[in-house]
């Protein structure tokens, strides 16, 4: 009976012992876990909308930590260490700024909000190599969209507020060259027209405009690789505002006649 007894003691206090150990282990675990978790939390800033909202350009501070966007810089914790996974900014009303998703401290997507809540630019990534940009005026009309190529712009597309195109410019694949660089008055009428013809010899159409939309003055360019820049190429003809010529002008490789 004595020996029952003092099996059975120590068994229970063996079992005791074990709950010990796990509630100890349970703990410290936890404690990790915690301890892990908060340092991968949000570092989270305040701002004044009148502080880092540009007129013209609007929330541009987190460009610089987009490396599809040329972005050099690196965002850090409070940790001093990198920041990584979703991160938070608001403004000091407390209405949400910016919310990106980081890695190493750079950011891969993310989306600003005006003060209002709306969406004030959105960046998202297809792949390596290629990134969207969209920017929104105060009222959720768009006002540019942006596709990224390694790190260049390589099409934009510019809105007035009413919704009318106000610039359009797209590249080549590998941004070498133009395909097209237009502009418009807020009316909708061209303000300036510059269009790849013929490919194969990199000859474009140039126009520029009067507000009226009546020709100012027209002609044709040509791309030059070696110097990496368009020249005025063979008739070119210019108009006053009731579209009458004024006067003509023959170039040859840039150079007037």
């Avoid at 989270?44 to 610089?64: F, L, Q, T, V, W």
């Avoid at 910016?98 to 005006?114: L, S, T, W």
Wanted: proline share 2%; with cysteine.
């Amino acid at each position: 009976m004595i020996l029952l007894f003092c099996a059975r003691f120590v068994s229970r206090l063996i079992m005791t012992f074990n709950r010990i150990i796990y509630l100890i282990i349970t703990f410290l675990s936890a404690n990790v876990i915690i301890s892990q978790t908060s340092s991968n939390q949000p570092t989270s800033k305040r701002y004044n909308a009148a502080d880092i909202i540009d007129i013209d350009y609007g929330i541009i501070m987190y460009n610089k930590l987009v490396p599809m966007m040329a972005g050099d810089s690196v965002r850090y914790t409070k940790e001093g260490v990198k920041a990584q996974n979703y991160q938070e900014d608001y403004y000091v009303s407390g209405k949400l700024l910016h919310k990106g998703f980081y890695a190493d401290g750079a950011i891969k997507v993310f989306k600003n909000y005006y003060e209002n809540g709306q969406l004030e630019r959105s960046f998202s990534s297809t792949d390596v190599k290629r990134g969207k940009l969209e920017i929104f005026y105060t009222d959720g009309t768009v006002k540019s969209t942006i596709d990224y190529y390694l790190g260049n712009p390589q099409n934009q597309y510019d809105f007035f507020k009413n919704g009318t195109p106000e610039y359009i410019e797209e590249n080549d694949k590998n941004i070498e060259y133009l395909y097209k660089r237009n502009s418009f008055f807020e009316s909708g009428l061209p303000a300036s027209i510059f269009e790849l013809v013929d490919k194969k010899s990199k000859t474009y159409i140039k126009k520029e405009y009067y507000e009226s939309g009546l020709l100012k003055e027209e002609g044709s360019m040509l791309f030059r690789k070696d110097l990496g820049d368009y020249q005025k190429e063979g008739n070119w003809t210019y108009y006053n505002e009731k579209g009458a010529i004024i006067k003509n002008e023959i170039f040859l490789k840039g150079e007037q006649q």
